[in-house]
RNA sequence: GCGGGUGUAGCUCAGCUGGUAGUAGCGCCAGAUUGUGGUUCUGGAUGUCAUGGGUUCGAAUCCCAUCACCCGCCCCA
């Protein structure tokens, strides 16, 4: 017996319908702030992401899925989606046109970590970019994007994470004083944290130990070491948000794990998912396209959303299969009948009607069947009917039954 | 990659300290007189007890390994 491989899986009507919801959403908030659409492949040379994600993450230094390919070079799928946009970015000179290149993606991502709920080695992400500007304008109206896709989508009570990690100036004289100061603390701390003190002092930030909280809380804060420019940044950020009527909290410890970010990250959590309760991740990242070896400066500001993991959230709050209406459940008996109920369907389904035909030979079968499915109606069309030129329509919700010609059943079925 | 838990019918699960698998619930199929569902009643089908070894006269039950899923860690979406 075949089955999935390790992490991956299939997804199922009804669960099915909330992605297709999800994914006609999304697109459509995307549209009203002018973002379009962009397809990159799934997979890429790997020195893309190892120089674009940074060798040291752990994505890069220990889950991407990479092999040789024929001709010996290294290929890789893709384990997040901004490193191959920007690369797109540069090689059609997307920074030629006018205006800023806002752009979306939908789909599949790979990483060869431990599955765990609402976390596989297949995954799909909704991202979205905004390249050609450090304005700070533009951070707040990509997370008010990110938010109303969220709210939109059904996901009841988001929380914003804000913070700033500063940038290739500032940042650095921060870490240096977070190590220093973890050298005369670390003791106390949980094993954990007393490796990240040395290996990755931002890490500390994150910890989730009780009995570390208050030694954490008396560690420097990064907002305390942004320089000027990325301190004012930070500022017309927050009130752009708030002049937009968005909550955010700001949590100084909020680092994100990707070397590409700066300035302005963020993250939206969400309460209905466990451990993974992560469901957004975005942030700055004006150095990546030099550091991929681009002429131009590309600036900009992403965020992805966890498809999975929303569509997860929205399940827990509604019934899946109420989005999988069926409004006719066409009952044709004989064959007469059968080839009449073809062009009725037809038509009913011109008129923007779900509509199935029934197979079933026995009329109480049919309408089990019906029952089973939630159809809306059953219109049941035997010889009576067609001799009497109508249709018997019945109401599944109340069992009302009325007789009806053709011309009477569209504003029937309304 | 590390630690813990689980794995019995389509689904949710019983199965106590080893003795031929459950009238279990839900679902599925068929019927309760000829063209009408939802409630009720009756009958029926379905399992290499995750996989592979081992202990034993005998293993779903004990032991080992593998795999998958779940929870946590690491990290992240």
């Known amino acids: 017996m075949i089955k999935a491989v390790r992490g991956t899986r299939d997804i199922l009507p009804p669960s099915s319908a909330v992605w297709n919801h999800v994914e006609a959403v999304t697109r459509e908030v995307f549209r009203s702030f002018h973002y379009h659409e962009i397809r990159t492949p799934i997979f890429e040379e790997t020195a893309l992401f190892a120089r674009g994600v940074g060798e040291e993450t752990d994505i890069v230094s220990k889950e991407m899925y990479t092999w040789d390919d024929r001709d010996g070079s290294s290929i890789t799928l893709r384990p997040e ?239 899946a299969g109420d989005l999988a209406k069926l409004d006719v459940f066409l009952v044709p008996m004989g064959a007469a009948a059968v080839k009449h109920a073809a062009l009725l369907a037809r038509d009913l389904r011109r008129a923007g009607n779900v509509v199935e035909v029934s197979t079933d030979h026995k009329l109480k079968r049919a309408m089990e069947t019906a029952n089973k499915l939630k159809a809306r109606y059953a219109l049941i069309l035997g010889d009576n009917e067609i001799e009497a030129g109508v249709y018997a329509l019945k109401n599944m919700a109340t069992g009302e039954q009325q007789n009806l010609t053709r011309e009477q059943l569209p504003s029937a079925l309304l």
Do not use: W
């Open 81 to 319: 989606n901004t490193a191959s946009v920007i690369r797109a970015y540069i090689e059609h000179r997307l920074d030629q046109i006018p205006g800023l290149t806002k752009l979306y993606y939908i789909g599949p991502m790979f990483r060869r970590e431990r599955p765990q709920k609402g976390r596989y080695r297949q995954f799909s992400q909704i991202g979205a970019e905004c390249i050609g500007t450090e304005a700070p304008a533009v951070d707040a109206e990509v997370i008010e994007l990110a938010m109303e896709i969220l709210t939109r989508c059904g996901a009841q009570n988001p929380t914003l994470l804000l913070n700033s990690v500063g940038c290739k100036k500032c940042r650095p004289v921060f870490v240096e004083a977070l190590r220093e100061r973890l050298q005369s603390v670390k003791g106390t701390m949980c094993t954990d944290c007393q490796r990240r003190a040395d290996t990755n002092p931002l890490r500390v930030l994150d910890c989730k130990v009780p009995e570390d909280q208050p030694v954490i809380d008396a560690l420097p804060s990064i907002l305390d070491y942004l320089d000027p420019e990325c301190s004012a940044h930070f500022e017309t950020v927050k009130s752009l948000l708030t002049a937009r009527e968005l909550t955010f909290e700001i949590r100084p410890r909020l680092v994100r794990g990707l070397d590409y970010y700066m300035r302005t990250t963020f993250e939206v959590t969400h309460g209905a998912l466990g451990a993974q309760n992560s469901i957004l991740g975005g942030g700055r990242y004006d150095g990546l396209a030099e550091s991929l070896g681009s002429k131009v400066p590309a600036p900009g500001i992403g965020f992805s959303i966890g498809e999975d993991r929303l569509v997860m959230a929205i399940e827990e709050q509604t019934n």
